[in-house]
């Protein structure tokens, strides 16, 4: 992106919106092809001694540690240590002393969780976040098991559960072997090199440079400096800057780049790029107006019919959100320690570079495996006339007639035989190319209906 026209434009709207809404300061970042692109520290991190925030200024992320959390996850599963759909108390046996409401406690399941539809109330208990108080220990939140419980039946809506993440912080931590601070320091944090990224107690030269949190502006514009939290982790712990958070958006627009041609199992420098995809495909739709829908650890908004894979974060003293869009490989930070509508600050952000973005870059075509050339060519059916093209580095089937159906393939150990990619009706099914004697393909099998191909194969030769 060509910023030297637009960074005025950034630096303004960020500038307006920190003093349209009276906030003490912020710090925000644009990321485009991989890196960041833009960055900006408004106002102050410190209205005492007046110090201005930068790239390098910690904020409280808060629930953006949530993707963290879900990202942690992942890796246990791509491990083989769990599945998303095992029950959560196969973890924590400690949940049999659960009130499961709805259901058997079985109901809760890792999937659930980490998309807020398991139904578990909000909070830890005890929870009151207007003195602050709140139960960051999964050990002692256990031991009051009796007081957790299912407040609605799974999946009847969205139901955000910090409890819900502290119990998967808890089952990372079982499972990993070590503290899920370790675990997300050395599994996540330290591969990435977001050295200046960590949870309390931050280390001096860490500490050194975190924004002072404020409360929200009551009759005056003087601010009152946010009470000390009591320790938070798994569902919101993380203290993090503009510099690292952008290293952790290019990672999740990589897994989008980079989707083309990639190969199952591929992996990646924290977790395979189909992983990452996954996380941020949305589950289901969070409100009747279609405009929010949540995948795993990660919410989708449609803002001004661009769907913006995003999450927020919210303690006493700060507001954060980061943001990107796949398809444009544009992202955006926004950490204020104030309070102020984050998801806004970073969306208009990320919207105004989205529209300065220049044309796509032009590739040339990646490769075809020459064992994929003889299988390419139309194929008939009883009603239905496609063709197998190589598009986008993907064996793709193409019907003129219905350009949304495009189905592509997977290749497996056996040359002949494909499956279905994500994104389809026909996703996960078979399909098996037959050959004539001489090896020509005569055939192929998708799903539940056998297409013939048009060229002369039956002809002699």
Same mark, same amino acid.
């Given at each position: 992106m060509a910023l030297t026209s637009h960074a005025d434009d950034l630096?303004?709207? &960020?500038? =307006?919106?920190?003093?349209?809404?009276?906030?003490?300061?912020? !710090?925000?970042?644009?990321?485009?092809?991989?890196?960041?692109?833009?960055?900006?520290? *408004? +106002?102050?991190?410190?209205? &005492?001694?007046?110090?201005?925030?930068?790239?390098?200024?910690?904020?409280?992320? !808060? =629930?953006?540690?949530? @993707?963290?959390?879900?990202?942690?996850i992942m890796q246990l599963r791509a491990a083989g240590q769990l599945q998303l759909d095992d029950p959560a108390v196969w973890f924590l046996p400690e949940l049999k002393g659960a009130a499961a409401r709805f259901g058997p406690i079985e109901a809760i399941t890792i999937r659930r969780l980490l998309s807020h539809e398991s139904g578990l109330r909000s909070e830890p208990p005890g929870t009151d976040w207007t003195i602050p108080r709140f139960e960051g220990d999964p050990a002692r939140t256990l031991a009051h098991v009796d007081e957790i419980a299912t407040v609605i039946p799974p999946n009847r809506q969205l139901k955000y559960s910090n409890l819900g993440y502290q119990l998967l912080g808890e089952i990372i931590a079982r499972l990993g072997g070590t503290s899920y601070t370790d675990y997300v320091s050395e599994k996540i944090l330290q591969p990435l090199g977001m050295v200046s990224t960590g949870f309390e107690p931050l280390p001096r030269h860490l500490a050194a440079r975190a924004a002072t949190g404020y409360l929200g502006r009551r009759f005056s514009d003087e601010l009152e400096v946010a009470p000390v939290m009591p320790p938070i982790f798994a569902e919101g712990g993380l203290w993090s800057c503009v510099e690292d958070l952008s290293r952790w958006i290019c990672l999740q627009l990589d897994a989008h780049r980079n989707a083309v041609g990639d190969s199952p199992g591929t992996e990646g420098p924290v977790l395979r790029a189909e992983d990452l995809r996954e996380m941020h495909r949305p589950?289901?739709? !969070?409100?009747?107006?279609?405009?929010? !829908?949540?995948?795993?650890?990660?919410?989708?908004?449609?803002?001004?019919?661009?769907?913006?894979?995003?999450?927020?974060? =919210? *303690?006493?003293?700060?507001? @954060?959100?980061?943001?990107?869009?796949?398809?444009? +490989?544009?992202g955006a930070i926004a950490l204020i320690n104030g309070v102020g509508d984050s998801a806004e600050l970073a969306m208009g952000l990320a919207s105004i570079a989205r529209d300065a973005a220049r044309a796509p870059e032009l590739k040339p075509p990646l490769a075809m495996p020459p064992r994929y050339r003889p299988l390419l060519g139309v194929y008939r059916g009883l009603d239905i006339v496609v063709a197998l093209e190589w598009r986008d580095g993907k064996l793709t089937f193409v019907n003129q007639e219905d350009p949304t159906w495009r189905p592509t393939l997977v290749a497996t150990d056996d040359e002949d035989t494909f499956v279905v990619d994500l994104g389809c009706r026909e996703s996960g099914e078979p399909v098996t190319f037959e050959r004539l004697a001489d090896d020509r393909v005569a055939s192929v099998h998708l799903t539940a209906y056998t297409l013939r191909r048009q060229d002369d194969v039956t002809a002699g030769g």
């Open positions: 630096e303004g709207f &960020a500038a =307006s919106f920190v003093r349209q809404n009276r906030l003490p300061g912020a !710090a925000v970042g644009v990321v485009e092809g991989g890196e960041l692109v833009f960055s900006a520290g *408004l +106002g102050f991190a410190d209205l &005492a001694t007046q110090c201005h925030p930068d790239t390098a200024t910690l904020y409280r992320i !808060a =629930s953006v540690t949530k @993707t963290f959390t879900g990202t942690a589950r289901y739709l !969070a409100d009747d107006e279609w405009t929010s !829908a949540w995948g795993i650890s990660w919410r989708a908004v449609r803002r001004n019919e661009v769907i913006w894979i995003q999450h927020s974060g =919210s *303690l006493p003293g700060y507001r @954060t959100n980061v943001c990107f869009e796949p398809r444009s +490989g544009i």
